[in-house]
T-cell receptor
Framework: DAGVTQSPTHLIKTRGQQVTLRCSPK?????VSWYQQALGQGPQFIFQ???????QRGNFPDRFSGHQFPNYSSELNVNALLLGDSALYLC??????????????FGPGTRLTVT | GENVEQHPSTLSVQEGDSAVIKCTYS??????FPWYKQELGKRPQLIID?????GEKKDQRIAVTLNKTAKHFSLHITETQPEDSAVYFC??????????FGQGTELSVKP
């Protein structure tokens, strides 16, 4: 049973460019959340997707957008990259929004460096 | 706004001693409190969690306590081992929604 997977592992982009990160949830999970983790800090919530809709959103600008596909996988898109967007981007999956289980399991993350 | 405060930021203990990490949350609607362990360069790993209808939960050497009135919850690790060395994060959420994380505690267990 595969856990949460993310791609790519590492990415280097230039300021102003756009990036797409991908996440496949753990088998049986239908809810995907995205977090940004700057060096030495706790993860910061970006948004959560359930049933292909954005269910909750954190304090991130509209440059950050996402999508969830019918197979529950998800993408995070960031436009007009800034140096401050450099971070580890983590995807977490959970068994179901509104379900009985609240556990969120994290993927290995994508390390984004903006130069 | 929603906030989780975590203390201490660093903690050094001798192998075999106990370690305690404390968190305070601001949103009284929070009802789920997980703890994650993150080793260097790795993903956060869920190690234990507690819901607001329970005051304490144990799993071998790890325990979590929750005081809803004071909006405090704590992680207790007994008989610490060198492999317990990592950064530990507390978090709070409501009904499986967004996790609000604390700032992290770097635990060092010295042999």
């Amino acid at each position: 049973d595969a856990g949460v997977t993310q791609s790519p592992t590492h990415l280097i982009k230039t300021r102003g460019q756009q990036v797409t990160l991908r996440c496949s949830p753990k088998s049986g999970h239908d809810t995907v959340s995205w977090y940004q983790q700057a060096l030495g800090q706790g993860p910061q919530f970006i948004f959560q997707y359930y049933e292909e809709e954005e269910r909750q959103r954190g304090n991130f600008p509209d440059r950050f957008s996402g999508h969830q596909f019918p197979n529950y996988s998800s993408e995070l898109n960031v436009n007009a990259l800034l140096l401050g967007d450099s971070a580890l981007y983590l995807c977490a999956s959970s068994p179901g929004a509104g379900g009985a289980s609240y556990e969120q399991y994290f993927g290995p993350g994508t390390r984004l460096t903006v130069t | 706004g929603e906030n989780v405060e975590q203390h201490p930021s660093t903690l050094s203990v001798q192998e075999g001693d106990s370690a305690v990490i404390k968190c305070t949350y601001s949103d009284s609607a929070s009802n789920y409190f997980p703890w994650y362990k993150q080793e260097l360069g790795k993903r956060p790993q869920l190690i234990i969690d507690i819901r607001s209808n329970v005051g304490e939960k144990k799993d071998q050497r790890i325990a979590v306590t929750l005081n809803k009135t004071a909006k405090h919850f704590s992680l207790h690790i007994t008989e610490t081992q060198p492999e317990d060395s990592a950064v530990y994060f507390c978090a709070a959420s409501m009904a499986g929604g967004k996790l609000i994380f604390g700032q992290g505690t770097e635990l060092s267990v010295k042999p």
